[in-house]
């Protein structure tokens, strides 16, 4: 189904008046509003294609209905979202799960719902069926070769079927590691790694990225060979200019402090690749924002500064995805939450006074420190983001025009009610 | 030092269009604005008496200057707080660091800054010169009948100092726990508590209640014998309907829901007090809402949904408190901010639209209570609170008065660059 | 298949001279050798039904081969491990996936394979084909009373298939809970949830048990529940005498003190099963023993002392079963190091010298205290437990005569190398 | 005091019968005995001169008697530990605390108790009296650079301490970090961290190493700016090849593996030091082996297995030192139970079957890797420990024989009750 422009139209101008009162009260509250919203319009997240379905945990899956059943269809939603938000203008795929079939009618497809090919992403955490080797020992770290190579094979696939779209980047998320004390020689399986990425390294266009991921634990329960940032670093320095890290808010030890990891990534100029969602306990994968709103400030806040001091384009510098798990919500409206907490912490951010945070630092004010940050995170900026909104074409309020318009309804009723999108 | 009200009323002037402006905006916003100001006007957080000093971690302390001296100064101090953000009108004394002296004029003192007795705390957690028997191993748990007897006692002492003083609820803290495997028989060291905290319970004036406070490690860092809500549960339910449990936002294990421990322990009538701080990774102390503002407004939700529910008013159903150190920060600027925090958690929690909730509720619409509950809590209620501290008589903006009137300068110079307060 | 008594003799006997010498060096060295091979003879852990296949994570399953595809073929695997380690002699069965058909041919066979029927297992956290309702938003906690009664009515249906197989134990894990703030008013869940199983509880049997298990987080990853031991002890006290508390070790918040708990429960009489496993971060679900062997001691050390002191028969007063997941290993040779780590835990537990403890306890002697305890567990205690074993006509050393007999080759060419067990 | 050769004689041939029946178990079970026993009087575990008074915690000390009064003292408390156990013979200095006064006095002292002067340590986590700046903000990070100077200049005059007496080794554990969100630019933070140890490194003589300590959290409860090992590591490689990471166990977020850490450390060449103590929560500074005997044992098998494929020297390739605190025991007791746990983890370690091992991991047999490991740890190698320590000289069991010759109380009459050492 698709979202026509009157559509959102009618919808904003029934919220108009409201939405203009607010927003004249912000603007004139907030200085710099225009380029707060400047850089919000430019500013997109990847969908993850596999985050279009219900997600699940061991021990079960509740499916909605109306799950896209194939590529097209997860572009459609994608569509529908950024036809929304004007702010998810980018698709990340996974392969196998959506391998395309017909590069053009893809290509077109994604020119029509105007999506850009963000990072792609290969998957060596599970068995496919007919695979030769099986993963259940690690891939890239594998002892034996031959499992090693199959991996080192796929994730060159997967750049192939990424050049084809015009992507640039690959993110190479691995669940390689032990389950028991004893079972690795972690130092070998560090090795085994290093050298298996070096050989996709080799494979990758000159102007692409790779991504290496980093997850503290599971599905491997005593080690993980890309356990933290430390590691993710230590494999990016020593592949090269091309390799980065990629921070996905949920991979950590309880209490982290993601915000200075992202402060020294970016000042080691390795920061590659961002994956939002929100977690209480360990890679819940939720709702990004639902949790710990504040703590998604104080990240967007390293971000824009540690952006601005190396120069580098909001917008592009980083690659910006959502990589979340939708248990017992609609997928569609818990994207559109999540996008809308990002736009949130990103418009916080730049609105941050930098000058006078920085005044601060330097005479160890903390209690004026905390009144800089947390003053901006308490400015309600809610009509700043839909102003941004507004102006890029899309709804006052994606999620209200998303039930007016009873979208998930059409989508069963054209797609099914039993349909399992792939995917966790 | 006193700030005199003609001070005060300079400052709100000056402030006075600013706040106007945005009172307007916010009282428009929010439905039942005044109701939620008449209550903010009516709750108030007590200062315990150790927290006007600069705080310290094992690895040393860094005094600030002018710290108060005795009793008399730590009133005065409060007084300040008070006389300045009008929600900070009660005292919580520590025994033996604050016996007060001649009962007559503490009291007259009390009168005149507007300052309420709030629960007295007794301390079994460190020995005082001239003490009998150590509590190297424990007080009300203690293997040795004479050094339960000699805790006990302190314990009946502090009821008496707090008899009159006109307070009406003892605070027990334990630190009693034991620090390698072995060290305790478990069973026992709860049975010697309970029964200690029996004698305690005895002393107890009818009006009375005694907090059973909980903590889940240090300062003994293997197991504590009140670890937990459902230690405390046990113990106040065995003594009966004077004892309760009372929370310390930070005495918890990692990742704890504390906002279902309210929420059950005010469903079973056994929530009595309550102590706010911040963390992010053990009991560090931190100031009120400087890390977790969400989950503070969320726990704030369960309180005000469950003393609803059970009829209690917010203002005197359960005993409040701030309980933090103040290491990096100046003690009075650092309790400015977490009054202001903990009033602006409270009056979010206030405009929570609860039928609204409870339907969303109803119909499992997990998008919707989202919406609900974050969508007041980005709702930007500082110049509610703002206007219910005027309407009492406060400052507009506390802090920027404090220092504007430079009371630290003045403390210091009255009171000596080099002082350091009792606690900890 | 089936193992020989003669070739687990022939077996013994290759083995024996080694056994011998470290059992008659262990058996000179330890008081009491005797009673604690008596003990260790009685002790029996059930084996749950879902646990002879591969288990899995949201990420993937990597099936091994040969998984029992029916409930005949998983009492074999148990008969298996009881024919070798004499220690496995009952099953705990998990409802729907294990409904025996013919009632009479199961007991048969577990006559046969020397099997008593454990608690058996409710399972309302996952849909069933065909199921009227869905528990997507929890079961015995619904919001719809509709859904509480459809997962009432099969707990009740649990214990008709109990009592036909001479089971006298319910065990209710809920994943009932909430995955964001705000979905659920926790009060009343909880209320739901103890009206839900009062009319379970009424269905029970005079001479039944049912245990409440409580878990802190997944698979809702906000609230739970049952979420600690002070809410499953709430509940179990509103229910009535014949309802219990149920641990299992790995559904504990970060760096719980297990062993405590364990020592309460036991102390307020409401300890009612144990589920063995380990974890180094969460719900880990590894061989028990494999990651904190000392603390699985130390669990012992309380759980025995504190049956002691009730007067509670090691064998049978608590319901004893291994619950863990078996990702990356042989679920039957996992299954045997599990119970070889529980034997030795506690074997440990039997030969500590409670008369020395309660001295050193009684003076705070923290070093002696620790010294008694790490020096039981420092003893090589393997020799003892595998003479226990030899004595209930085992095997000397099981994982040795598994391999040997290959009876996984065999199991995979009976029943099929793709084979997939029911469970998670 | 001092213990004479003819006391530990006199014990030793008390204990002889029993020692000998169980060591001629041992080395009978035990492949390569001899060799092991030869490395085990080669290794040295140095005693921190901080670590011989009675810990606290922020809560309170509770002081034992008899504590050492100034480093004379404390050298002969190192001394008293060395005559018993033949494995202390190093201390590791603090300054300002110890800072040795007549340097051929104290050499010769410490040639008297064979004892080596191992890594020194600097102090800028505390203000001394009279000192210009103070650390409150921090030291090598401080927003101001003549606080940095100062820093930087006490290490340096610390290093010309440990010239003086031999050291080869400098420690720096930093505090610095923040408290509060925005306290901090994390990134200049760092940046001035590193050009402060630039100008240390530039100090060292050729031949020294400096170990760069770092810790999660802890006195500072929002940032540490060296946090992590990746941190570390960091700052270990920008300064240059004489300096090094430094592990304590217990400065880790919780649920780390510090044994992937060690791998890689060892890995990269940058491992350095290495701090023993134990922990349930935090940096609980807990008698080595108390509460995770396991792990230790898992962390020494990756120091084996690392430094042999290094061809480092097990007893001088890394720097040894226990850093724990003494709060409810006897110091030197503890410091013995600490390296007893030592001696062991160590002694397992040499025992692990290498060859057996890596064929297990080639063949991913993870049941059999983790038999390798466990059967290892089970091994009762007290009998091989109690084996070098004689041989070396020392005691059959040196906690007995501490308290046989009232160790303690001799101390007590010598210093006095009511002495406190100096240290946290």
Redesign the interface.
């Known amino acids: 189904m698709q979202i026509e422009n009157y559509q959102i139209e009618e919808h904003n101008s029934q919220l108009q008046a409201d939405h203009r009162r ?1 927003f004249d ?1 912000a603007a004139s ?1 907030v200085p710099g509003a225009e380029q707060i919203i400047e850089k919000l319009v430019k500013f997109q997240v990847a969908i993850p294609s596999w985050a279009l379905g219900t ?6 899956r ?1 499916s909605g209905g109306g799950e896209p059943r194939n590529l097209e269809e997860k572009m459609e939603d994608i569509g529908l979202l950024h036809k929304l938000n004007r702010s998810s203008g980018a698709i990340s795929l996974h392969i196998p799960w959506d391998i395309p079939g017909n590069i053009a009618s893809i290509k077109a497809l994604a020119a029509q719902y105007e999506l850009k090919f963000d990072a792609v992403n290969s998957n060596t ?3 496919q069926p007919n695979q030769a080797h ?4 690690g891939s890239l770290q594998n ?2 070769k031959a499992i090693r190579k199959q991996a080192i094979e796929h994730n060159i696939e997967v750049i192939k079927h990424g050049i084809d779209l015009g992507s640039d980047a690959l993110t190479v998320w691995l ?1 390689d590691g ?10 070998k399986a ?2 085994n790694t290093l050298e298996s990425l070096q050989e996709i390294y080799e494979a990758l266009p000159d102007h692409w990225k790779v991504f290496v991921e980093y997850k ?4 491997n ?3 993980t060979t890309v ?5 993710s ?2 494999f990016a320095n020593k592949l090269g200019p091309k390799a980065y890290t990629l921070v996905d808010l949920g991979h ?6 993601i ?2 990891i992202v ?2 990534l ?3 100029g390795k920061l590659g690749g961002f994956h939002f969602n929100d ?4 890679d ?1 994968d ?2 990004t ?7 998604l400030f ?1 990240i967007f ?2 971000l824009v ?2 952006m601005d ?1 190396r120069g580098m384009d909001h917008a592009t510098g980083l690659g910006w995805m959502i990589d979340a ?1 939708h ?4 997928p569609l ?2 994207l559109l ?1 999540s996008v809308e907490a990002i736009m ?1 912490a990103y418009a916080q951010a730049l609105l941050v006074d930098r000058k006078a ?2 005044e ?5 004010d ?2 004026r ?6 003053g901006t ?4 900026l ?1 009509a700043i983001v839909a102003e941004a909104r507004l102006r890029a074409g899309g709804a006052a309020n994606p ?1 209200k025009l998303y039930r007016d318009l009873k979208v998930r309804e059409k989508l069963i009723s054209g797609r099914g009610l039993k349909t399992v999108a792939t995917g ?1």
């Open positions: 607010r009260f509250e997600g699940g945990t061991r021990f079960g509740f955490f599970q068995d099986s993963y259940k020992f002892v034996d669940a032990s389950t028991f004390p004893g079972q690795l020689n972690m130092r560090f090795q503290a634990y599971e599905p329960f005593y080690s356990g933290d940032w430390g590691q670093l230590l950590h030890l309880p209490n982290a402090n915000e200075q402060a020294l970016l000042m080691e977690s209480k306990y360990g819940d939720l709702t924002g639902s949790i710990k709103p504040y703590q104080l806040n390293e500064e540690g001091a798990s248990n017992v919500k609609d409206e818990d939450q949130l945070l920085a601060a630092q330097a005479e160890s903390v209690v420190c905390q009144e800089i940050l947390q995170f308490r400015t309600d809610r999620i966790l």
